[in-house]
């Protein structure tokens, strides 16, 4: 039995639900002038949109373990970590939107969110995450201090060299590092068999002699359960672990997505197999009651709610700023120091 | 244009994708050596329609999704290529290349001369490229230069339906590695309008388009824009606001850059004195100074003015404004267009 | 007990005799012009060598079950792969010394040996010649032929990318091919246990669902038995497999490495365990004399110093020729089909 | 060169592996942040002496030796940088960017842009690159262009062990990713002698040369020659010979690529009139191009003649005669300055 404490659980719910309650609003502000023919550049939120309703057991059981100098790095579908990990949730929202006051200043979008005061980055590229998650935990043990890093990762991720080449150096090194794969069965249209032999992606363990494990009952106290064990095992200086997650996507691999490869049944077993509802039978049966959760609930809305009317309150960016930032600001690399006449050291030769 | 004479007598027009599959699917006909790798290229019919239909009538022994290893299944496609097969691999946007480029510069462009020729690589390998849809720096880029710039392969970027039958046709009937770049915004892909130009009337028939030809795309006698892709159409659009003003524009397209075909450049330049040259990839180091460097080589003198329209050197931002302010649109050539007519 | 026949190992012997012969001549005559001061660019061979004086049972092993038919990568370290699989002994010297005649025509060097005729091909980056040999396995399986691939590399390439990738897509997709580790305790001056956590490579293969096999006796008789047994596998499409071959570095990384991060008594028992006396003890045991023994040396030497001898009498390619190759001869690709107007398509759009 | 008036004062005179070693160590122990990781970088000190006797001194733990995982270990260097620490992390050579490419390009060039400046990524990448002893296709490249064309990544190619040592200061305590790449002819390791020019005096005081600043390696009149890496000692042997027929030419040594020093380069060509770029990477879409292409679109005028000298566009051969024919040697620049002379 689980040891994790109640007020845990109801965080843990609240962030699970403002996640899904997050994404359903993005879903319809995303969708909005893209009805009937979908033009991705009508609408307010531009480019591409990848939504992570389904996955939320996966994030809030992992961040429920961290601090906010614990590193993570998450794929092309974010929101739900990000939330989990305590990312500034207005300027994330303003940072889809396209908006000045977004955490890259618009100039990321959805798969590009950096919050430096929590440690979260994300990007765009298949287990691109990994390598950089391994160096915050090199950085860690070189600074001696007893923070993590955790790299979040699909299934699809696990046949990627970078994610493969970092468990080795992760183990190697005996990093503090997590790896967490969210196994949602589909990498876009193509089915986990149709790419890997391996039944259960936390198998890859193996090969590189770390601990893997994998959790399929869509339970997020069993995924915090988990995580507990193997962030715990990280910062006690013993070593990186690899997680698996069962987790369901509920909405296409991006918005427009019409799922034409994917069975109807399929489609409704994801759906049926919902992690918030579990927990909240959880929270229940530790006598969290209907009003207690109702109250979770609306305040998980109200924040996700606030943070889209602030953000489709802020301004574009100048289109001007899109030649700022390419290198540090202010300007590095140009000090100059004695011998003074340093220029000119092979003048004459 | 009278049909007929430019197309072989068809007046059935397609969308860039289209035909592009129609040429893969004629070879695939022809050659069980031919099949297709990639990423959502079996059910999903490719992210971008570059393999739409295909699943149907092939099945998945020949187009084949393939697990997210960019580095093997390229490689691989070089090693069933050496054995005489004629693979297909498609990297499913081109800014993904960083995860596989060992594979596609060491191997698959090299094997040929580090053999002395006694191998070939008989393969094609397809990628989306460009902007203007918000995707942000990982998804948006072009890197023409950065496969132009490495020797060993045929870089190929069709702008029209047309072009693209002909050039995919070549390519997979050359013996030689040809990276095949095709643009997003030309596909005509539903939820990412084309502009109008792509769509052009194709033949049914097979035919080929040879490497190292560039197509003018409009004649004109006051200044030669040279361009490809996707800013050909943004070129041209241009070309027709300043006829208005009486200025008579010539429109260059590349189709490949790798042959590149610098006597027709030059001509068009020895003609009209003036070059501009627009570009979706980086402005350094890249496209448009390797065009405006070999006119410089060997034209010099015909050359009165030089411009040069490309995205700065920044990653490509994600939101609107920002994105319009780095991808040249048609008011950015038709300024260059003005300065290097008042240049001199 | 092994049912190798004795023919079989005496042609294994003489590979292997050769093997060693080879690297011997080759390092005199790299090390020509070259002492005391060594400078790369003098003697008569030219560029970097990495000998593979110790690896003999590996290469021996393994592709004593190969056909011409079969597919071999080999990395930097090839010329006693490159003699066991039957490679135009002459013209790979002639390579190797950089002349007309080479198998490259002096265009590819050590590290590039391509010999079309028994499939084989060599290269520099680590790792690279997975993806190929995973390539020419699929060929086999859509030509539905019984041929096999063969992908040699070291023990410092299992930490790469493009050999993770290639276990991966070889075992979904279930084809013949075997990979080779060729482990010589050393990645040039990094020891196995300073870049891995994991003794026995084969066992990268459990993250992978394929079969994972290690050899560490020293004996070529070992590895053929279990080289045998990956390979058959292969042609039965049953799949591919990893074998992991314990071998021994005599030479230095490459010519002119003075091992200096190495131990006297590393090098020294690595000198001891030679696979070579131990084949010929199993031969002796067998009933071969002596005297049949020193014939397959006397062969297996003249076989080198024919092909030295050969090699060194070639002309060296002419400048003009650096030209030449870079796209296939004669030039493909330029071909022009109906309809003839075709070129002009988007002429006045 | 009165000894004290340009190089600090000292008569000390170092190869360039030990004044780029110099810098690092001083740097090491100014700051804990600062480590080197790659492979044979501990115990071999570096197959180019980019790191000989650093362990000694700092022992494992910042001199890490690596596995064989480009991908992971210099994504490892973005982490560790995005965390405040200040990485070395070395590419054995450059040639073998493929494998790692994504990490370099996508996220440490990309991540302070697409971040909006909130992260920076305060790194170094050195490269050994260059030909000249045989290695072939796979070990003798530069590869200039290719890193110089991706925005992002600031490029440094130092030529002397004065210029190595200033820009290694500098590229540690830039903010911003730097690509250092050092030439193996240049390094003055024992099996690949250098030729005279890179040993220099070094003084033993820190100091830093400033990104973006050519340097003017010779005064001349008549020809600009614009280079960098081992070509600057090819180009002022060449001068040499030269000025014994009267000729007069200008040496710049680019030293860095981005920021490229356009300004010192249109100066002399506004002086000379002619313009001889030379170059160890592909000519195509390459260095050559940029800086002809940077003087066409801005002085064109002054520009009466210009010539390239660069590698083929072809893969690098092994034997000695086929390499020596494609790598630029003073004969090469000594032909294209005549011909710049006999141009117009
Ligand atoms: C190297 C690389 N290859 C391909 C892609 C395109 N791509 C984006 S998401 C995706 C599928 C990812 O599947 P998975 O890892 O399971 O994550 P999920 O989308 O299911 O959350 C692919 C192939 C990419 N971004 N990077
Ligand atoms: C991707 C890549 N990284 C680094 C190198 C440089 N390198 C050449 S051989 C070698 C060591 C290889 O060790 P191992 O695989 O054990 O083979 P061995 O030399 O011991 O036979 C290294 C690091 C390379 N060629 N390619
Ligand atoms: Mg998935
Ligand atoms: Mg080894």
Redesign the interface.
């Known amino acids: 039995m689980s040891m994790v404490a109640v007020s845990e659980l109801q965080e843990m719910y609240e962030h699970m639900v403002a996640a899904r309650h997050y994404e359903e609003r993005l879903q319809e502000e995303y969708l909005e002038g893209k009805q009937p023919?979908?033009?991705?550049?009508a609408g307010p939120i531009?480019?591409?949109l990848h939504l992570a309703a389904g996955h939320e057991a996966s994030g809030a059981g992992v961040c429920q373990h961290l601090r906010d100098d614990d590193?993570v790095?998450a794929p092309h579908r974010p929101h739900h970590v990000a939330i989990a990990k305590g990312v500034d949730l207005e300027r994330m929202t303003a940072e889809i939107f396209?908006?000045e006051t977004?955490?890259?200043?618009?100039?990321?979008?959805h798969?590009?969110l950096?919050?430096?005061d929590v440690?979260f980055?994300c990007?765009?590229?298949?287990?691109?995450g990994?390598?950089?998650?391994?160096?915050?935990?090199?950085?860690?043990k070189?600074?001696n201090t007893d923070s993590v890093?955790v790299a979040f990762l699909g299934e699809?991720?696990i046949?990627?060299?970078?994610f493969?080449?970092?468990l080795?150096?992760a183990?190697?090194q005996n990093l503090p590092v997590v790896f967490v794969i969210e196994d949602n069965d589909w990498?876009?249209?193509?089915p986990k068999d149709?790419?890997?032999?391996?039944e259960n992606g936390a198998?890859?363990?193996?090969?590189?002699?770390?601990p893997g494990t994998r959790v399929d009952s869509d339970d997020a106290v069993a995924v915090y359960d988990a995580a507990g064990e193997a962030i715990g095992r990280a910062r006690d200086r013993n070593g990186p672990s690899l997680l698996e997650v069962q987790v369901h996507r509920r909405m296409g691999h991006f918005m427009?997505d019409a799922e034409?490869?994917r069975s109807d049944e399929d489609q409704e077993a994801a759906a049926q197999r919902d992690s918030i509802d579990r927990l909240a039978g959880t929270l229940r049966a530790h006598d969290v009651g209907g009003e207690a959760l109702e109250e979770l609930r609306e305040r998980a809305r109200n924040r996700v709610e606030g943070a889209i009317e602030w953000a489709k309150d802020q301004p574009?960016?100048?289109?001007?700023?899109?030649?700022?930032?390419?290198?540090?600001?202010p300007p590095?690399?140009?000090?100059?120091?004695?011998?003074s006449?340093?220029?000119?050291?092979?003048?004459?030769? | 244009m009278t049909e007929g004479e430019t197309d072989g007598g068809t007046d059935r027009s397609l969308t860039m994708s289209r035909a592009m599959v129609e040429a893969i699917a004629h070879e695939m006909r022809e050659s069980n050596d031919v099949f297709y790798m990639g990423e959502d290229i079996a059910d999903y019919g490719g992210i971008f329609d570059s393999t739409e239909g295909l699943l149907d009538e092939f099945g998945h022994d020949r187009v084949m999704d393939v697990p997210i290893s960019e580095t093997a299944y390229i490689g691989a496609a070089v090693g069933a290529a050496q054995a005489g097969m004629r693979p297909i691999a498609e990297l499913m946007f081109v800014d993904f290349f960083g995860v596989g480029m060992d594979q596609i510069y060491n191997q698959m462009a090299k094997n040929t001369y580090m053999s002395g020729g006694a191998v070939s690589v008989p393969m094609v390998l397809t990628a989306a490229v460009g902007g203007t849809y918000n995707d942000a720096a990982q998804h948006s880029q072009t890197l023409y230069g950065t496969f132009a710039h490495l020797p060993g392969m045929k870089v190929v970027v069709p702008s029209t339906a047309y072009d693209a039958k002909g050039l995919m046709h070549n390519a997979i009937r050359d013996d030689d590695p040809v990276v095949y770049l095709f643009h997003k915004r030309l596909m005509g892909i539903g939820w990412l309008p084309a502009p109008d130009g792509p769509k052009t009337n194709v033949p049914e028939d097979e035919y080929t388009i040879p490497f190292g030809r560039a197509d003018i795309k409009r004649d004109g006698a006051d200044v030669t824009v040279v361009t490809l892709g996707l800013h050909v159409h943004r070129a041209l659009e241009a070309a027709e606001s300043l006829a208005d003003d009486g200025i008579d524009v010539e429109i260059v397209d590349l189709r490949t850059l790798v042959p590149l075909d610098t006597e027709t450049i030059r001509d068009s330049v020895s003609k009209t004195g003036r070059l501009v040259v627009v570009d979706e990839d980086y402005r350094s180091y890249g496209v448009t100074s390797e065009v405006i460097a070999s006119v410089a080589e060997d034209g010099l003198a015909d050359l009165d003015a030089v411009e040069r329209v490309a995205l700065p050197d920044v990653p490509i931002p994600y939101a609107r404004p920002l994105e319009d302010e780095v991808i040249p649109d048609t008011d950015d050539i038709t300024t260059a267009v003005h300065s290097v007519l008042s240049d001199e």
């Open positions: 023919a979908f033009d991705i550049s531009p480019g591409e590193t790095t396209g908006r977004g955490l890259s200043k618009g100039k990321g979008g798969m590009h950096f919050d430096p440690n980055a990007s765009g590229i298949i287990a691109e990994c390598p950089p998650a391994v160096g915050a935990g090199l950085a860690a070189k600074r890093a699809g991720a046949d990627q060299g970078a493969l080449e970092s080795n150096l183990s190697v990498a876009i249209s193509m149709r790419v890997t032999d391996v198998q890859r363990a193996e090969g590189f002699d770390l427009g034409g490869y574009e960016p100048d289109p001007e700023s899109a030649y700022e930032d390419v290198f540090s600001t590095s690399g140009v000090t100059e120091t004695a011998p006449a340093a220029d000119s050291g092979g003048e004459d030769r």
